[in-house]
T-cell receptor, first 114, second 111 residues
Framework: KAGVTQTPRYLIKTRGQQVTLSCSPISGHRSVSWYQQTPGQGLQFLFEYFSETQRNKGNFPGRFSGRQFSNSRSEMNVSTLELGDSALYLC?????????????FGPGTRLTVL | KQEVTQIPAALSVPEGENLVLNCSFTDSAIYNLQWFRQDPGKGLTSLLLIQSSQREQTSGRLNASLDKSSGRSTLYIAASQPGDSATYLCAQTDSWGKLQFGAGTQVVVTP
């Protein structure tokens, strides 16, 4: 089975712009979660989607949003980019929602905001 | 509030030595604990998942234990190799399935 894929792998944007990141989960996995990784804050949970519905949300401003499509692919959008949004954005997939399943991560999208 | 702590933050060992990585968590109602490896600038690779009902899991040279009563998990890597150099992260899962990560232990295995 193919692993979790994320596109694009690298992005450079300027402050005030918006960006959309994409994540394709492992085939058969219906839950997709997004995490932000920075040197200062480590890995922080953004949100989780299951069956096209947001199931859980982390403590991030409303500029961060996401959605999931019927094929389980997910997109994350960040509007009005700030310098502090520079980070590695990781998505993870698992078979279903809830706490019991192993989660598998993609290679990440490195976002740089200038 | 759940907290996950990994000590030490960095570790350097000579090739062939066994690695012992520690993870402490505060939530005794843990659902599962997952160990990951991360190479510089890359995503996370899942190493082992331990369910709350289990005491340990093994995969090849890797063995992870879970002690809920003391709030600790330990990852053992036998006969370390230079290719084991990476950052190792542990994460506990809350009731929603959200992963709460430790800051990681950066490991260097010298030839």
């Amino acid at each position: 089975k193919a692993g979790v894929t994320q596109t694009p792998r690298y992005l450079i944007k300027t402050r005030g712009q918006q960006v959309t990141l994409s994540c394709s989960p492992i085939s058969g996995h219906r839950s997709v979660s997004w995490y932000q990784q920075t040197p200062g804050q480590g890995l922080q949970f953004l949100f989780e989607y299951f069956s096209e519905t947001q199931r859980n949300k982390g403590n991030f401003p409303g500029r961060f949003s996401g959605r999931q499509f019927s094929n389980s692919r997910s997109e994350m959008n960040v509007s009005t980019l700030e310098l502090g949004d520079s980070a590695l954005y990781l998505c993870a997939s698992k078979e279903r929602e809830g706490p019991y399943n192993e989660q598998f991560f993609g290679p990440g999208t490195r976002l740089t905001v200038l | 509030k759940q907290e996950v702590t990994q000590i030490p933050a960095a570790l350097s060992v000579p090739e062939g030595e066994n690695l012992v990585l520690n993870c402490s968590f505060t939530d005794s109602a843990i659902y599962n604990l997952q160990w990951f490896r991360q190479d510089p600038g890359k995503g996370l690779t899942s190493l082992l998942l331990i369910q709350s009902s289990q005491r340990e899991q093994t995969s090849g040279r890797l063995n992870a234990s879970l002690d809920k009563s003391s709030g600790r998990s330990t990852l053992y890597i036998a006969a370390s190799q230079p290719g084991d150099s990476a950052t190792y992260l542990c994460a506990q899962t809350d009731s929603w399935g959200k992963l709460q990560f430790g800051a990681g232990t950066q490991v260097v295995v010298t030839p």
